[in-house]
């Protein structure tokens, strides 16, 4: 079946701009996470949602980082006013329930690249 | 201190080789926990759960071990495709998955 789909795959834009990410996970997933990548570093957790909800938000780094969840599936991950240190790839994964041994499955990013 | 920590590596064996990754979480709520692995400039994806009894998948065995809240993964006769980054990943339910910092692994011919 259709794994994790995010888009788009490659955003350019230029420093102050707005940027909207998107992710649509494994249909029947109840959970989402978005994650941010840069070049050579781990994972660093942005927000977790669990149906529409979003229990922790705390790894968004700023105000001007925003997500939403709606119908249970689909998520945007906003930000407004960019910043060249936002460059990275944006992971989104999603898993079945938030229950015993359900991994995570990723979709295959969005590098966004500010200038 | 990081939640969960892996050793820093890189690790450069041979092809054939046995290799040993640890991992230590400091949430002892942690209830499910994993390995991925990564490729360069792609997404993680999963290599296997690990459960308390400890289980094995081919050439790949994980170990739990709760009390010393320590996971390992043993990759044994080491492939070239074997080279990647190796997550470790600690998960409490109605939280965040935990990842470490990941472990470099090259296998060189």
Known sequence: GAGVSQ???NKVTEKGKD??????????????????QSLGQGLEFLIYFQGNSAPDKSGLPSDRFSAERTGGSVSTLTIQ??????????LCASSLVDGSNQPQHFGD????SIL | ?????QDPGPFN????ATVAFNC???????????????????????LMSVYSSGNEDGRFTAQLNRASQY???????????????????????????VFGPGTRLSVLP
Do not use: M
Not at chain 1, 23 to 28: A, E, K, M, Q, R
Not at chain 2, 13 to 16: A, I, N, R, T
Not at chain 2, 71 to 97: E, M, P
């Open chain 1, 7 to 9: 888009s788009p795959s």
């Open chain 1, 19 to 36: 940027v909207e990410l998107r992710c649509d996970p494994i249909s029947g997933h109840t959970a989402l996470y978005w994650y941010r």
């Open chain 1, 81 to 90: 006013r960019t910043q060249q240190e936002d460059s990275a790839v944006y």
């Open chain 1, 109 to 112: 990013g969005t590098r966004l």
């Open chain 2, 1 to 5: 201190r990081k939640e969960v920590e």
């Open chain 2, 13 to 16: 064996v041979p092809e054939g």
């Open chain 2, 24 to 46: 230590t979480y400091s949430n002892s709520a942690s209830q499910s926990f994993f390995w991925y692995r990564q490729d360069c400039r792609k997404e993680p994806k999963l």
């Open chain 2, 71 to 97: 996971i390992s993964l043993l990759i044994r006769d080491s492939k070239l495709s074997d080279s990647a980054t190796y997550l470790c990943v600690a998960h409490n339910y109605g939280q965040n998955f």
